[in-house]
Protein backbone atom coordinates (compact mmCIF):
# COMPACT_ATOMS: atom_id res chain seq x y z
CA UNK A 1 0.00 0.00 0.00
CA UNK A 2 1.52 3.29 -0.86
CA UNK A 3 0.83 6.18 1.95
CA UNK A 4 -0.25 8.75 -0.63
CA UNK A 5 -2.65 9.86 1.99
CA UNK A 6 -0.69 10.35 4.74
CA UNK A 7 0.53 14.13 4.75
CA UNK A 8 1.83 16.46 7.31
CA UNK A 9 0.76 19.65 5.36
CA UNK A 10 -2.67 19.93 6.52
CA UNK A 11 -3.66 23.55 5.51
CA UNK A 12 -6.05 24.83 8.55
CA UNK A 13 -8.94 25.71 5.85
CA UNK A 14 -8.39 22.09 4.87
CA UNK A 15 -9.33 20.86 8.23
CA UNK A 16 -11.66 23.33 8.67
CA UNK A 17 -13.14 22.15 5.66
CA UNK A 18 -12.94 18.20 6.42
CA UNK A 19 -14.37 19.04 10.01
CA UNK A 20 -17.70 21.03 8.61
CA UNK A 21 -18.48 18.13 6.00
CA UNK A 22 -22.21 17.39 6.37
CA UNK A 23 -21.72 14.47 9.61
CA UNK A 24 -22.87 11.27 7.43
CA UNK A 25 -20.65 12.44 4.54
CA UNK A 26 -17.78 12.69 7.01
CA UNK A 27 -18.34 9.34 8.79
CA UNK A 28 -18.74 7.85 5.42
CA UNK A 29 -15.15 9.27 4.40
CA UNK A 30 -13.60 8.38 7.66
CA UNK A 31 -15.04 4.56 7.82
CA UNK A 32 -13.76 4.33 3.85
CA UNK A 33 -10.33 5.63 4.72
CA UNK A 34 -10.59 3.70 7.61
CA UNK A 35 -10.91 0.35 5.61
CA UNK A 36 -7.75 1.04 3.73
CA UNK A 37 -5.29 1.58 6.70
CA UNK A 38 -6.72 -0.38 9.30
CA UNK A 39 -8.94 -3.91 9.78
CA UNK A 40 -12.40 -2.33 10.98
CA UNK A 41 -13.43 -5.21 12.85
CA UNK A 42 -10.50 -4.97 15.33
CA UNK A 43 -10.50 -2.64 18.29
CA UNK A 44 -7.54 -2.23 20.74
CA UNK A 45 -8.36 -2.96 24.51
CA UNK A 46 -6.74 -0.96 26.79
CA UNK A 47 -6.70 -0.76 30.72
CA UNK A 48 -5.16 2.25 32.64
CA UNK A 49 -4.16 2.00 36.63
CA UNK A 50 -3.72 5.20 38.53
CA UNK A 51 -0.75 4.00 40.37
CA UNK A 52 -0.20 7.22 41.96
CA UNK A 53 -3.15 9.75 42.53
CA UNK A 54 -4.02 13.17 43.58
CA UNK A 55 -1.31 16.20 45.07
CA UNK A 56 -0.74 17.16 41.61
CA UNK A 57 0.95 20.80 41.32
CA UNK A 58 -0.84 21.55 38.28
CA UNK A 59 -3.48 23.26 37.90
CA UNK A 60 -5.20 21.83 34.98
CA UNK A 61 -8.85 22.78 35.36
CA UNK A 62 -10.51 19.47 34.01
CA UNK A 63 -8.71 17.31 36.39
CA UNK A 64 -9.86 15.93 40.10
CA UNK A 65 -6.08 15.02 40.88
CA UNK A 66 -4.65 18.81 40.68
CA UNK A 67 -3.87 19.43 44.50
CA UNK A 68 -5.35 22.60 44.74
CA UNK A 69 -9.12 21.39 43.95
CA UNK A 70 -11.06 19.72 46.42
CA UNK A 71 -12.39 16.79 44.54
CA UNK A 72 -12.80 14.28 47.31
CA UNK A 73 -10.50 11.67 45.63
CA UNK A 74 -8.82 9.51 47.86
CA UNK A 75 -5.10 10.57 47.74
CA UNK A 76 -2.36 7.67 47.56
CA UNK A 77 1.25 7.01 46.67
CA UNK A 78 2.95 5.11 44.24
CA UNK A 79 1.66 1.61 43.94
CA UNK A 80 3.81 -1.59 45.20
CA UNK A 81 5.26 -3.35 42.17
CA UNK A 82 3.58 -6.91 42.99
CA UNK A 83 -0.22 -5.10 42.99
CA UNK A 84 0.23 -3.35 39.94
CA UNK A 85 1.43 -6.50 38.26
CA UNK A 86 -1.76 -8.13 39.63
CA UNK A 87 -3.75 -5.65 38.17
CA UNK A 88 -2.29 -5.71 34.81
CA UNK A 89 -2.47 -9.68 34.75
CA UNK A 90 -6.26 -9.11 35.24
CA UNK A 91 -6.39 -6.82 32.82
CA UNK A 92 -4.69 -9.46 29.78
CA UNK A 93 -7.12 -12.56 31.70
CA UNK A 94 -9.91 -10.47 30.58
CA UNK A 95 -8.59 -9.09 26.71
CA UNK A 96 -6.31 -6.04 27.52
CA UNK A 97 -3.56 -5.72 25.39
CA UNK A 98 -2.14 -2.55 26.31
CA UNK A 99 -1.80 -1.82 30.10
CA UNK A 100 -1.03 2.15 31.02
CA UNK A 101 -0.23 3.35 34.13
CA UNK A 102 -0.80 6.93 35.55
CA UNK A 103 1.00 8.85 38.18
CA UNK A 104 -0.28 12.65 39.07
CA UNK A 105 3.21 13.92 38.35
CA UNK A 106 4.24 17.39 37.13
CA UNK A 107 7.01 16.34 35.78
CA UNK A 108 9.13 13.11 36.53
CA UNK A 109 12.14 13.29 38.65
CA UNK A 110 15.28 11.01 38.99
CA UNK A 111 14.66 8.96 42.30
CA UNK A 112 13.87 6.28 44.17
CA UNK A 113 9.90 6.16 42.73
CA UNK A 114 10.87 6.77 39.04
CA UNK A 115 13.26 3.42 39.15
CA UNK A 116 10.57 1.86 41.13
CA UNK A 117 8.34 2.89 38.00
CA UNK A 118 10.90 1.59 35.80
CA UNK A 119 10.49 -1.75 37.81
CA UNK A 120 7.19 -1.93 36.64
CA UNK A 121 7.74 -1.58 33.06
CA UNK A 122 10.05 -4.09 33.08
CA UNK A 123 7.51 -6.48 34.73
CA UNK A 124 4.20 -5.42 32.69
CA UNK A 125 6.53 -6.11 29.70
CA UNK A 126 7.51 -9.44 30.72
CA UNK A 127 3.78 -10.16 30.47
CA UNK A 128 3.71 -9.78 27.04
CA UNK A 129 1.71 -6.62 27.32
CA UNK A 130 2.24 -3.33 25.64
CA UNK A 131 3.13 -1.21 27.88
CA UNK A 132 2.56 2.44 28.46
CA UNK A 133 2.88 5.59 31.26
CA UNK A 134 1.52 8.77 31.46
CA UNK A 135 3.75 10.65 34.26
CA UNK A 136 3.99 14.10 33.18
CA UNK A 137 6.75 15.87 31.69
CA UNK A 138 9.95 13.69 30.74
CA UNK A 139 13.30 14.83 29.72
CA UNK A 140 15.34 12.98 26.79
CA UNK A 141 17.19 10.93 29.25
CA UNK A 142 14.23 9.68 31.31
CA UNK A 143 12.46 8.73 27.79
CA UNK A 144 15.37 6.80 26.91
CA UNK A 145 15.38 5.14 30.36
CA UNK A 146 12.03 4.08 30.41
CA UNK A 147 12.42 3.12 26.83
CA UNK A 148 15.44 0.44 28.04
CA UNK A 149 13.13 -0.84 30.25
CA UNK A 150 10.46 -1.94 27.65
CA UNK A 151 8.12 1.10 27.68
CA UNK A 152 6.37 0.54 24.56
CA UNK A 153 4.05 3.94 24.16
CA UNK A 154 3.80 7.05 26.27
CA UNK A 155 0.75 9.37 27.01
CA UNK A 156 0.86 12.83 26.97
CA UNK A 157 -1.94 14.95 25.31
CA UNK A 158 -2.18 18.25 24.18
CA UNK A 159 -5.46 18.85 25.52
CA UNK A 160 -6.53 21.82 23.39
CA UNK A 161 -5.53 23.90 21.25
CA UNK A 162 -2.84 26.48 21.58
CA UNK A 163 -4.67 29.07 21.29
CA UNK A 164 -7.21 28.35 24.28
CA UNK A 165 -4.28 26.16 26.27
CA UNK A 166 -3.82 29.02 29.22
CA UNK A 167 -7.36 29.23 29.83
CA UNK A 168 -7.24 25.41 31.20
CA UNK A 169 -3.87 25.33 32.29
CA UNK A 170 -0.97 27.73 33.80
CA UNK A 171 1.59 25.38 35.45
CA UNK A 172 3.55 24.24 32.19
CA UNK A 173 3.23 25.36 28.38
CA UNK A 174 2.38 24.13 25.05
CA UNK A 175 6.03 24.18 23.96
CA UNK A 176 6.71 21.92 27.45
CA UNK A 177 4.02 19.41 25.77
CA UNK A 178 5.54 19.54 22.57
CA UNK A 179 8.99 19.01 24.18
CA UNK A 180 8.15 15.79 26.05
CA UNK A 181 6.83 14.01 22.94
CA UNK A 182 9.78 14.74 21.05
CA UNK A 183 11.58 13.40 24.05
CA UNK A 184 9.64 10.51 23.84
CA UNK A 185 9.83 10.16 19.79
CA UNK A 186 13.52 10.29 19.85
CA UNK A 187 13.73 7.75 22.28
CA UNK A 188 12.14 4.50 20.08
CA UNK A 189 8.30 4.92 22.11
CA UNK A 190 5.42 4.92 20.47
CA UNK A 191 3.89 8.47 21.00
CA UNK A 192 0.11 8.40 22.48
CA UNK A 193 -0.84 12.41 22.12
CA UNK A 194 -4.74 13.26 21.82
CA UNK A 195 -6.93 15.80 23.75
CA UNK A 196 -10.31 17.15 25.16
CA UNK A 197 -13.46 18.32 24.20
CA UNK A 198 -15.88 20.69 26.06
CA UNK A 199 -12.98 22.34 27.76
CA UNK A 200 -14.88 26.02 26.76
CA UNK A 201 -13.06 25.98 23.87
CA UNK A 202 -14.90 26.58 20.29
CA UNK A 203 -14.84 24.70 17.20
CA UNK A 204 -11.83 26.96 16.19
CA UNK A 205 -9.77 25.99 18.87
CA UNK A 206 -10.56 22.15 17.93
CA UNK A 207 -9.56 22.22 14.49
CA UNK A 208 -6.08 23.84 15.73
CA UNK A 209 -5.33 20.98 18.04
CA UNK A 210 -5.79 18.76 14.86
CA UNK A 211 -3.80 21.11 13.04
CA UNK A 212 -0.49 20.92 15.57
CA UNK A 213 -1.16 16.77 16.02
CA UNK A 214 -1.23 16.00 12.41
CA UNK A 215 1.71 18.76 11.21
CA UNK A 216 3.88 16.74 13.72
CA UNK A 217 6.88 15.49 12.10
CA UNK A 218 5.09 11.93 12.53
CA UNK A 219 1.99 11.53 13.55
CA UNK A 220 1.22 10.15 16.96
CA UNK A 221 1.10 6.48 16.93
CA UNK A 222 -2.68 6.82 19.21
CA UNK A 223 -4.64 9.74 19.29
CA UNK A 224 -7.21 9.84 22.42
CA UNK A 225 -10.21 12.16 21.65
CA UNK A 226 -11.95 12.62 25.55
CA UNK A 227 -15.24 14.49 26.39
CA UNK A 228 -14.48 16.52 29.29
CA UNK A 229 -15.51 14.54 32.31
CA UNK A 230 -16.94 17.07 34.88
CA UNK A 231 -15.90 16.53 38.53
CA UNK A 232 -17.83 18.08 40.93
CA UNK A 233 -14.67 20.51 42.90
CA UNK A 234 -13.21 21.32 39.31
CA UNK A 235 -13.54 24.81 38.05
CA UNK A 236 -14.98 22.85 35.01
CA UNK A 237 -17.64 21.23 36.67
CA UNK A 238 -20.50 23.48 35.30
CA UNK A 239 -19.83 22.95 31.96
CA UNK A 240 -22.13 21.30 29.66
CA UNK A 241 -22.47 17.57 28.40
CA UNK A 242 -20.44 17.32 25.38
CA UNK A 243 -22.55 16.75 22.43
CA UNK A 244 -22.03 12.75 21.20
CA UNK A 245 -22.60 14.25 17.56
CA UNK A 246 -19.39 16.35 18.37
CA UNK A 247 -17.49 13.38 19.24
CA UNK A 248 -18.23 11.54 16.35
CA UNK A 249 -17.29 14.62 13.91
CA UNK A 250 -13.60 14.83 16.18
CA UNK A 251 -13.34 11.14 15.43
CA UNK A 252 -13.92 11.40 12.03
CA UNK A 253 -12.26 14.50 11.14
CA UNK A 254 -9.10 12.20 13.42
CA UNK A 255 -9.17 9.64 11.29
CA UNK A 256 -8.77 11.30 7.68
CA UNK A 257 -6.33 13.14 8.72
CA UNK A 258 -4.04 10.87 10.39
CA UNK A 259 -5.13 7.39 9.04
CA UNK A 260 -2.86 5.08 10.63
CA UNK A 261 -3.16 6.39 13.64
CA UNK A 262 -5.03 3.89 16.59
CA UNK A 263 -7.93 6.60 17.16
CA UNK A 264 -9.14 5.95 20.82
CA UNK A 265 -12.32 6.57 22.07
CA UNK A 266 -11.25 7.59 25.51
CA UNK A 267 -13.20 9.35 28.32
CA UNK A 268 -17.15 9.71 27.77
CA UNK A 269 -18.06 6.50 27.04
CA UNK A 270 -19.28 5.55 29.94
CA UNK A 271 -22.06 8.13 29.38
CA UNK A 272 -22.47 6.38 25.86
CA UNK A 273 -24.77 3.48 24.83
CA UNK A 274 -23.84 1.06 22.53
CA UNK A 275 -25.77 2.20 19.73
CA UNK A 276 -23.62 5.44 20.23
CA UNK A 277 -19.92 3.47 20.51
CA UNK A 278 -20.71 1.78 17.37
CA UNK A 279 -21.14 5.14 15.18
CA UNK A 280 -17.91 5.92 16.77
CA UNK A 281 -16.05 3.04 15.44
CA UNK A 282 -17.79 3.23 12.03
CA UNK A 283 -16.31 7.07 12.14
CA UNK A 284 -12.75 5.37 12.71
CA UNK A 285 -12.27 4.62 16.33
CA UNK A 286 -10.77 1.83 16.95
CA UNK A 287 -9.51 1.55 20.23
CA UNK A 288 -10.87 1.69 23.59
CA UNK A 289 -9.78 2.07 27.88
CA UNK A 290 -12.04 -1.21 29.72
CA UNK A 291 -11.87 -1.37 33.26
CA UNK A 292 -14.01 -0.07 35.84
CA UNK A 293 -12.03 3.35 36.10
CA UNK A 294 -10.14 5.63 33.80
CA UNK A 295 -7.61 6.99 36.68
CA UNK A 296 -9.84 8.50 39.03
CA UNK A 297 -13.44 8.34 36.91
CA UNK A 298 -15.88 5.94 35.85
CA UNK A 299 -15.72 3.94 32.71
CA UNK A 300 -17.66 0.74 30.98
CA UNK A 301 -16.59 -3.32 32.72
CA UNK A 302 -15.07 -5.22 31.03
CA UNK A 303 -18.22 -7.64 31.05
CA UNK A 304 -20.17 -4.62 29.57
CA UNK A 305 -17.30 -3.90 26.75
CA UNK A 306 -17.34 -7.95 25.75
CA UNK A 307 -20.89 -7.69 25.69
CA UNK A 308 -20.53 -5.25 22.98
CA UNK A 309 -18.17 -6.70 21.17
CA UNK A 310 -19.74 -10.07 20.98
CA UNK A 311 -22.73 -7.54 19.59
CA UNK A 312 -21.13 -5.44 17.37
CA UNK A 313 -18.73 -8.51 16.25
CA UNK A 314 -15.44 -6.50 17.18
CA UNK A 315 -12.38 -8.35 18.35
CA UNK A 316 -9.47 -7.12 20.12
CA UNK A 317 -6.12 -6.23 18.27
CA UNK A 318 -3.25 -8.24 19.16
CA UNK A 319 -0.21 -6.34 20.75
CA UNK A 320 2.47 -5.28 18.88
CA UNK A 321 1.08 -6.07 16.26
CA UNK A 322 2.44 -3.00 13.78
CA UNK A 323 5.98 -4.48 15.03
CA UNK A 324 4.68 -7.83 13.64
CA UNK A 325 3.92 -6.38 10.80
CA UNK A 326 6.82 -4.68 9.97
CA UNK A 327 8.99 -7.89 10.54
CA UNK A 328 7.34 -9.61 7.78
Known sequence: MQDVQIRHDWTLEEIKAIYNTPLMELVYRAATL??????????QVCTLLSIKTGGCTEDCAYCPQAARYNTDINVHGLMKKEDVLSY??????????RFCMGAAWRE???????????DMVKGVNQLGMEVCCTLGMLTAEQARKLADAGLYAYNHNLDTSREHYGEIITTRTYDDRLETLDNVRKAGVSVCCGGIIGLGENHEDRINMLHTLSSLPEHPDSVPINALTRVKGTPLEH????????????????RILMPKAMVRLSAGR???????????????ANSIFTGEKLLTTGNPSFEQDHMMFEILGLKAREAFKEEATQCC
Not at 34 to 43: K, L, S, W
Not at 247 to 254: F, L, N, S
Not at 270 to 284: I, N, P, V, Y
Open 108 to 118: VRDNRDFDRVL
Open 239 to 254: LPKVEFWDMVRMIATT
Open 88 to 97: AQQAKDAGST
Open 34 to 43: HREYQDTAEV
Open 270 to 284: AEMSMSDQALCFMAG
